[in-house]
C-alpha cells in the first residue's frame, strides 16, 4: 500500500515528457532514448533556450540515452559561423556534453534530395509553377478550404524532370516549388500542399555553391531527426499544428522506427528582452554592447554579468516543463543566483559612493591587519587580512548631518561598529560650499576590536569600510532591466521603451587589497551592496571592472512546492 502510494507520487512529480518516454519504453516503441538541441545559427542562444537545453540533455541523462547538438543550418541566408562558435561555447557552459554527437542538417541535403524524389516516385510530391502569392491565394482560410494548384496532377516523370532542373539551376529563385501533395481541404492549413524545396540561388556556408535548391523547415527538420536516430523531438508549442505534417513527412519518406515529436511550453520573462529578433535588433541598433552586453538575458550576456550554470539551470527547473503557457519573473532567477552564491562567493567590503572617515586618535602612517572570516556562513572559505589605517572610506549613505529617527549609522555624536574592525565614534564633519559632506572625523575605542570578545556596550548600527592608503581604485556597474518596466516594453509603435538607467557606470569606487587582485569571471559579494563579478572581458589582472550580478534585497519568495 505504502510502495503504490509512493509509486503514485513519484508518478505525478514526473512531468509530462518524462511520462510520455515512460509509456513509450515500456511498450517497446523504442529500446532507447535520442534528444537533440537543434539552434538554428541565426543568432546567440538566450534565457529561453537553456531551457531547451537543459530539457533534452537531461532526458537524455536520466535515461541513459544520447544527445545531439545539431545546428539547423538550411536556410543559408541568415547564418553564420560566429554563431556556430558562440552556440557550442553556451551549450557546453551550460553543461550539457554532446561528447562526438555534433551535427549540421547541412550533411544532410543529399539525404533529404533523395528523400524529395521518392516522394516525387510515390505521388506524394509536384511542382509547382504557381508564384509565392498564388500560393497563398490558393491555401485558402481556416474557414474555407483551399485550391488545388493546375499543376497538382503532373505525371511523375514530368515532376522528376522539372525537380532535377531546378537542381540543375534551371530556375531562379521562386520560380517553381516542390510541394507535398497532401491534401488542399485540410483542416489543419500546414497540410494542404506545403511547400518541400524552394529555389534559391545562395551560398551555404558549408556546402558553398554545391546546391541552389533548399529544403523547407518543416520537411528538413523530422528527416534530420530521423536520419540521427532521434526518438524523442522535444520542441515548443507553436509546431503543435505542425506535428501532423512531421508525421506524414517520416512515415511517407519511410523511415523505420520513426522519431515523436512533443511539444512543451516556451520560457517567457515577463518584461525581459527574450526574442532572438529584438535582441539582434538591439545589438545592430548598438543599444548595447554586443550580444554580450550584461544587460541582457543571452546565455553569454549573464555569463559576462556573472550568472552560474547552476542558477540557470535551478531557474530552469523552478519554471517548470509543461504545456501550458506561462511566464516566469527575473526576481525569481534572481533568487537562483543568490542561492548559489550565498555559500560560495567570498564576501568582502567594496565602497561605491565614497566619502573620507578620518579616524583623529588613530596613529597617522600606521596600517594594522585584522582577521576577517571571507564567509561567516562558510568557515570552509577561510579568513583574509584585512588592513585598517587611519584613513577609510565608507558610503556617503552611512553618514547623516541630521538623521531620521531609527537611522543608527553615522552621524555628529553616533557610535557604530566598523564591520571587522572597530566602534567608531562621529566627533565632525566638513562640507563644502555646495554643501556636500567632504570628510567626516571619528575616535575610535581600541578596546572594541571584532573578535576581542569586548561586552562593555552595544551599538545598533554597522556600516563597511575600506582602508583607503590600501584601497585599489576600480569602476564598477551597476545595471537595470533595459525596458522601462513602468511603461511596458513595446511603446505604440512597436519599438522598445528603454530605460536610459539601465547601466550606470561608477569610476571612483574603493575596494579592499583582496579585491583588487580579483581574477576576471570571479564572483563576491561586496559586503551590503549585492553580488559582483570581474567582468571576464573589461577586466585584466590587477585592474578588475565589476559588474553588478544582483542586489541583496530580493522580493521574490519561493512558492511553496505544490506536491
Ligand atoms: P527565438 O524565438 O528567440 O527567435 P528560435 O526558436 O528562432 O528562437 P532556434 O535556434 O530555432 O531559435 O531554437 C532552437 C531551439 O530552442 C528550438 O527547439 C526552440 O523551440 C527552442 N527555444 C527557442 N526559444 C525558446 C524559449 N523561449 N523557451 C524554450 N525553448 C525555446
Ligand atoms: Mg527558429
Known amino acids: 500500500m505504502r510502495e503504490a502510494e509512493r509509486m503514485e507520487e513519484e508518478k505525478k512529480s514526473r512531468n509530462f515528457i518524462e511520462q510520455f518516454i515512460d509509456k513509450d519504453l515500456a511498450d517497446g516503441v523504442y529500446d532507447h532514448v535520442m534528444t537533440r538541441f537543434p539552434p538554428e545559427p541565426n543568432g546567440y542562444l538566450h534565457i529561453g533556450h537553456a531551457k531547451s537545453i537543459l530539457l533534452n540533455y537531461g532526458i537524455a541523462q536520466e535515461y541513459h540515452g544520447k ?232 546565455i553569454s550576456g549573464l555569463r559576462r554579468r556573472g550568472y552560474t550554470p547552476e542558477s540557470i539551470r535551478m531557474f530552469v527547473e523552478l519554471s517548470g516543463i509543461s504545456k501550458a503557457q506561462s511566464t516566469s519573473e527575473m526576481p525569481m532567477l534572481e533568487y537562483c543566483i543568490r542561492e548559489d552564491l550565498k555559500m560560495k562567493a567570498p564576501r568582502l567590503m567594496a565602497v561605491l559612493h565614497p566619502v573620507k572617515l578620518i579616524i583623529d586618535n588613530y596613529p597617522e602612517g600606521q596600517i594594522e591587519y585584522l582577521d576577517a572570516p571571507n564567509n561567516m556562513e562558510n568557515e570552509s572559505l577561510g579568513q583574509r587580512k584585512l588592513p585598517f589605517g587611519r584613513e577609510l572610506w565608507i558610503e556617503r549613505e552611512d553618514f547623516m548631518e541630521n538623521p531620521p529617527r531609527k537611522y543608527f549609522r553615522m552621524f555628529p555624536g553616533n557610535e557604530v561598529r566598523l564591520m571587522n574592525a572597530y566602534f567608531v565614534k562621529c566627533v565632525s564633519f566638513k562640507k563644502n560650499e555646495a554643501g556636500e559632506i567632504t570628510e567626516i572625523h571619528g575616535t575610535y575605542d581600541p578596546e572594541t576590536k571584532s573578535g576581542s570578545g569586548f561586552t562593555g556596550r552595544k551599538v545598533k548600527g554597522t556600516i563597511h569600510w575600506v582602508c583607503a592608503q590600501t584601497a585599489k581604485k576600480v569602476t564598477v556597474r551597476l545595471y537595470e532591466n533595459i525596458v522601462d518596466e513602468e511603461k511596458g516594453m513595446f511603446a505604440e509603435d512597436g519599438t522598445l521603451n528603454l530605460n536610459p538607467n539601465s547601466l550606470v557606470q561608477l569610476n571612483e569606487c574603493y575596494v579592499e587589497p583582496a579585491l583588487g587582485e580579483a581574477q576576471p569571471g570571479s564572483r563576491f559579494q561586496f559586503v551590503r551592496n549585492g553580488y559582483f563579478c570581474a567582468d571576464p572581458k573589461d577586466s585584466v589582472p590587477g585592474t578588475p571592472v565589476f559588474n553588478r550580478i544582483v542586489s541583496l534585497k530580493s522580493s521574490f519568495k519561493l512558492p511553496r512546492s505544490s506536491e
Not at 562526438?100 to 547541412?106: H, I, M, Q, T, V
Not at 488545388?148 to 516523370?157: C, I, L, T
Not at 500546414?190 to 524552394?198: A, H
Not at 523530422?222 to 526518438?231: L, N, R, S
Open 67 to 298: 544527445f545531439n547538438l545539431r545546428f539547423d543550418d538550411t536556410n543559408a541566408a541568415r547564418e553564420s559561423t560566429e554563431y556556430v562558435k558562440s552556440i557550442k561555447e553556451d551549450v557546453a557552459w551550460l553543461g550539457a556534453n554532446w561528447e562526438d554527437r555534433l551535427f549540421f542538417a547541412s550533411n544532410y541535403f543529399d539525404q533529404m534530395y533523395e528523400k524529395a524524389l521518392l516522394l516525387i516516385r510515390k505521388g506524394k510530391a509536384y511542382v509547382d509553377d504557381l508564384t509565392a502569392d498564388q500560393i497563398r491565394e490558393y491555401r485558402g482560410t481556416l474557414t474555407e478550404p483551399g485550391k488545388e494548384s493546375p499543376f497538382r496532377n503532373r505525371s511523375v516523370e514530368e515532376n522528376l524532370q522539372l525537380f532535377e532542373e531546378m537542381r540543375a539551376g534551371k530556375y531562379a529563385d521562386g520560380e517553381k516549388v516542390l510541394r507535398a501533395k497532401i491534401d488542399m481541404a485540410s483542416p489543419n492549413i500546414n497540410m494542404r500542399d506545403p511547400i518541400i524545396y524552394r529555389v534559391a540561388h545562395m551560398r551555404h556556408h558549408n556546402t558553398g555553391d554545391k546546391w541552389c535548391i533548399y529544403p523547407m523547415y518543416d520537411f528538413a527538420h523530422p528527416i534530420e531527426d530521423a536520419i540521427e536516430g532521434v526518438t524523442h523531438s522535444l520542441c515548443t508549442l507553436e509546431f503543435e499544428d505542425h506535428r501532423p505534417l512531421y508525421e506524414w513527412v517520416v512515415h511517407e519518406c519511410e523511415f523505420p522506427n520513426p522519431p515523436r515529436q512533443i511539444e512543451f511550453a516556451k520560457l517567457y520573462l515577463k518584461n525581459v528582452v527574450t526574442g532572438k529578433r529584438y535582441i539582434k535588433r538591439l545589438v545592430e541598433d548598438g543599444i548595447v554592447d554586443g550580444w554580450d552586453d550584461p544587460r541582457l538575458v543571452t
